[in-house]
Each structure stands twice: as C-alpha cells, then as structure tokens.
C-alpha cells in the first residue's frame, strides 16, 4: 500500500499545470546531471592526484607524463577556484573590518563632541562662579550662595526656588543678584528653602537710574525677558544704549547693581512719559548660582 507523502505528491503533479510540470522536470534532471559530472570531476581529480603521489618517486617517465599534463588543468582549476573564493573571503573580512572601523570612529566622534559640550558647559559655568565670586569679593555687604532648585510657572508670580532659609540666614525682603546684575527679591522663606521674585515678574518694580544721567524711573517686569522703564517725562534725554542701574531707595537693593540696558525708546503724542524698553543685564534662561544679599529681614511688599 502506498504511503501518504506519494499520494500527496502525485496528486501535486496532477493538478500543477502542465508548463510548470515541465519546468520543474527540466530543472530536476539539470541538477541531476550537474551533480553527476560534478562527482565523475572529483573522482577523476582524487585519482590523479592518487596517481601522482603513488608516481612521485620514480623515474618522470611516459605514464607520469601522461597524468601529470592530465591533471595539470584540473589543479589550475581548483587553485583558480580556491583563490577566487579566497580572494571572496578577503573582501568580506575587509568589509567587516571597514564596518567596524566606521561603527569605532562614529563612537569616537560622539564621544568627543559629548566631551565638547560638557567642557562648553564647564567653561561658561566657571565664568558664571566666577563672576559671583568677584561679585562677593567686591561688594561690601555680606552673602550667601544658593542654587536654584525649582521654579514657579505661574506668569504673575514669576519665581524661583533656591536651597536656602532661615537657618541659613535668608529672610524676607533681602535682595538676590548674581556677578551680572539683579535676579529679584526673597518673598517667602522656610527654614531650609525660599522662593525668589524674579524681577521680570510683572507684579514686580524697582527703582532703578539711568547711570550717566542719574535720571530715575520705575522698573517693571513683562512675564518676559524684557523690563518696561516708566514715569520717565518726554523731555528727559534717553537713549539706547543707556545703562540702567538700581536707585538704592527704599532699602530694596544696594545703589548701583547693574539692571539692564534700554534698547528701545519710543515717544508718543499722547502721555506725559516715554515709553522705554530694557534687556536685562541677567540671562534669566540659563540662571543657576546666585547670591542673597544680607540685609536686614522685613517681610515682603
């Protein structure tokens, strides 16, 4: 009785069409054949090559001869074949070390800009601490670093959270800076932490002076990074370019700390004052290390 698997496969053949059937008969009987002269070849070179070792100590004699020259253009095959699949592996290798010099380098290349950025970041956090420590150097006020560990996202209250309170000295009232000009003002404190006004807030205004002209003003913040300078008459000369610095009234912050510089003067028909721009001296994007001044702590208006 017949097995299963050549009922299956004559009944495959029944229902392949017939140029398929042809086809697949075809290829079949090339392979068949390939192998078989493929096999005659190896048996044909495996005896030369039998017959020339078993030779290779007598006299080179007609025999020799004859199977030497015979197997002569087989060996330059296979020594044709085994170079072409040599040279094949070489490439290959060759292509593998490539790739894996290219996957080195692009590690290197990462790796050197990764150590690019971080020297970047290490030089302008240095200038930065620098300039706080010439700051503190210079100042004859005592007091105390912070760090900025937080910020308030409300557009009113524009603020910061900074590491230190009470037990650290900061209190209410007492006015925050770093070596390029004013950040704000200490508005809450707990014993181990405190939220910092930024002077950009809008709720926030400062009496500030134009350094040459020593013409004073009302500095307000936007929620942005710009300030508007207010109560200012028309007839005052500004100009931009002009530097801006704190006024020193009403205890807020020292006289003289650097606030900005007016980049935009516009006078209107209408009012009494003009109407003022200043880019802060501070880059309030990039804040990080600050300074509390010590003053005497009141609480916050």
Same mark, same amino acid.
């Given at each position: 009785m017949p097995d299963s698997s050549?009922? $299956?496969? #004559?009944?495959?053949? @029944?229902?392949?069409?017939s140029d398929e059937k042809n086809s697949r008969r075809q290829s079949k009987s090339s392979i068949n054949t390939f192998r078989f002269f493929l096999f005659i070849g190896t048996v044909i070179t495996f005896a030369l090559i039998l017959l020339i070792i078993v030779l290779g100590d007598q006299?080179?004699?007609?025999?020799?001869?004859?199977?030497?020259?015979g197997a002569g253009p087989l060996q330059k095959g296979m020594a044709k074949i085994s170079r072409s699949i040599h040279s094949v592996k070489r490439k290959y290798i060759d292509l593998l070390t490539v790739r894996e010099?290219?996957?080195r380098l692009w590690r290197e290349l990462q790796e050197c800009r990764t150590?690019?950025?971080?020297?970047r970041g290490a030089v302008a956090l240095n200038a930065r601490l620098r300039k706080l420590l010439d700051f503190k150097e210079s100042s004859n006020q005592p007091t105390i670093t912070a760090q900025?560990?937080?910020?308030?996202?409300? $557009?009113? #209250?524009?603020?910061? @959270?900074?590491?230190?309170?009470?037990?650290?000295?900061?209190?209410?009232?007492?006015?925050?800076?770093t070596g390029e000009g004013i950040v704000g003002q200490v508005y809450a404190s707990s014993s181990d932490y405190s939220k910092v006004l930024l002077a950009i807030a809008p709720s926030?205004?400062?009496?500030v002076l134009l350094q040459d002209s020593r013409i004073r003003g009302i500095l307000k913040g936007t929620g942005t990074n710009l300030y508007h300078l207010e109560y200012i008459l028309k007839t005052a000369e500004v100009f931009v370019g002009d530097r801006v610095v704190t006024a020193g009234y009403g205890?807020?912050?020292?006289?003289?700390?650097?606030?900005?510089?007016?980049?935009?003067?516009?006078?209107?028909?209408?009012?009494?004052?003009?109407?003022?721009e200043v880019v802060p001296a501070v880059d309030f994007k990039t804040l990080e290390n600050l300074l509390v001044i010590e003053r005497e702590k009141k609480e916050f208006n």
């Open positions: 050549s009922e $299956l496969r #004559f009944l495959l053949l @029944i229902h392949l069409p006299q080179f004699g007609p025999v020799h001869k004859v199977v030497f020259e010099e290219k996957e150590t690019a950025y971080a020297n900025i560990i937080g910020k308030d996202p409300s $557009l009113w #209250f524009r603020s910061v @959270i900074i590491d230190r309170g009470t037990s650290d000295g900061v209190g209410k009232g007492m006015p925050v800076v926030s205004a400062i009496d205890g807020m912050f020292p006289t003289g700390l650097p606030v900005g510089i007016v980049s935009k003067v516009t006078r209107n028909r209408r009012g009494m004052f003009l109407e003022i």
